[in-house]
Nanobody, 122 residues
Framework: VQLQASGGGLVQAGGSLRLSCAAS????????LGWFRQAPGKERDFVSA????????YYSDSVKGRFTIPRDNAKNTVYLQMNSLKPEDTAVYFC????????????????WGQGTQVTVSS
């Protein structure tokens, strides 16, 4: 499984940004795909995930109502649409995948893409 993340950048507080994660290597119908983030000096935190089979989604409390996780089946791509961004959203964002159900535990995700930096200025 390969995960290619893109779309990070610098944005002002209140702005929007969309991250993309292109997945390849096998069918993902039984997988959960999602995003974690890691701010400097902090642990990796769960952001959001989607279960490919039924589009069930889950969000951390810190992003609920501001972020969404749409997907494009034809492109095997998952997105992270980030709206109303705050300086505390500044982090490196990682795309992740695992067979089975959504979990918020980083150690339970088998596959990680390279990180993409998101910086939100105040």
């Amino acid at each position: 499984v390969q995960l290619q993340a893109s779309g990070g950048g610098l944005v002002q507080a209140g702005g929007s940004l969309r991250l993309s994660c292109a997945a390849s290597g096998r069918p993902f119908s039984t997988y959960a795909l999602g995003w974690f983030r890691q701010a400097p000096g902090k642990e990796r935190d769960f952001v959001s995930a989607i279960r490919w089979s039924d589009s069930n989604t889950y969000y951390s409390d810190s992003v609920k109502g501001r972020f969404t996780i749409p997907r494009d089946n034809a492109k095997n791509t998952v997105y992270l649409q980030m709206n109303s961004l705050k300086p505390e959203d500044t982090a490196v964002y990682f795309c992740v995948a695992r067979p089975g159900m959504i979990t918020t535990m980083a150690t339970e995700y088998d596959y990680w893409g390279q990180g993409t930096q998101v910086t939100v200025s105040s």
